[in-house]
């Protein structure tokens, strides 16, 4: 059966970070937002960003801007800065570079687009609480090997998707996307809505929409030993390791090649839909 992109009602953008342009290689050789048209779209962490370029087809603009802003940054390590790095900085002028004004308008006019962010509890200073969540996740990946996450959400955290039309539609939504890909202490913690949030890929790394109905299409940027087994989500995961290192924000060429491997995966992916 050839592979049919209006089949999908809904399609996901995991986090990962850099690695999230193999999201962008994918969607090249299966289709743009517009031949998907799906009903809901749903991203987290870097995936935010991913999903928001697929919509407002601005994905091929989203890696010149950020290959721009590698070829300069020479480091990873920036002393002047608050907290030590230049990413916070350099990911929000990416952000803010990919969505011109014509692209935050068709966001708006596009389908639904929720962004999950992870809030912590109040009991317990928000950098400790990120740290113990980083940690888990490391330890999880170990055990179960599974993108959807449970010792963070049983220390607390708790997973909210916010409606990203509704932030395009107050010009929130570059500020939106720059929380949802906070990783402290890489980034300095943002507030939403009054309450201190983090990554949500922290919580998940495969957020569903809500409400959750109907084929999915679920991208993630690194294999997972354990994936669900969902009758209705189909789980597509990069073949290797990409080149990309996930906060790594000074090789163009690794974001490029990582692009490429998404683009040959899908095409492998798509020859198997056509046995």
């Known amino acids: 059966m050839a592979f049919e992109p209006s089949s999908f009602e809904q399609v996901v953008f995991s986090g990962g970070g850099t690695r999230c342009f193999w999201h962008g290689g994918f969607l090249h050789e299966t289709g743009s937002c517009d031949d998907f048209g799906p009903k809901r779209i749903c991203g987290v962490s870097g995936g935010a960003l991913s999903a928001a370029a697929w919509i407002s087809g601005n994905d091929e603009r989203c890696k010149r801007v950020m290959g721009e802003i590698f070829e300069r940054n020479e480091r990873n390590i920036d002393l002047d800065s608050s907290n030590l790095t230049p990413h916070q900085e350099l990911y929000r002028e990416a952000v803010s570079g990919t969505l011109p004004a014509q692209a935050i308008e068709a966001i708006c006019k596009g389908p639904a687009f929720q962004i999950m962010l992870g809030c912590p509890p109040p009991f317990i200073p928000t950098r400790i609480f990120a740290a113990l969540c980083a940690a888990s996740y490391k330890v999880e990946q170990i055990i179960t ?67 959750d109905q109907g084929r999915t299409l679920v991208l993630m940027t690194k294999p997972y030993g354990n994936k669900p087994e969902e009758p209705d989500k189909v789980f597509v995961i990069p073949s290797k390791p990409v080149e990309a290192d996930k906060i790594d924000f000074t090789d163009r060429d690794k974001i490029e090649e990582t692009w490429e491997q998404g683009r040959r995966d899908a095409r492998d992916f798509l020859d198997r839909q056509s046995e």
């Open 145 to 211: 090997g599974n993108p959807r996450l449970r010792i963070s959400r049983l220390l607390g955290l708790e997973g909210v998707l916010i409606d990203a039309r509704q932030a395009a539609r107050e010009g929130q939504l570059v500020d939106l996307i720059c929380a949802a890909a906070t990783i402290p202490p890489v980034f300095d913690i943002p507030s939403w809505n009054g309450r201190d949030v983090i990554d949500g890929a922290m919580v998940t790394k495969a957020p569903y929409p809500d409400p």
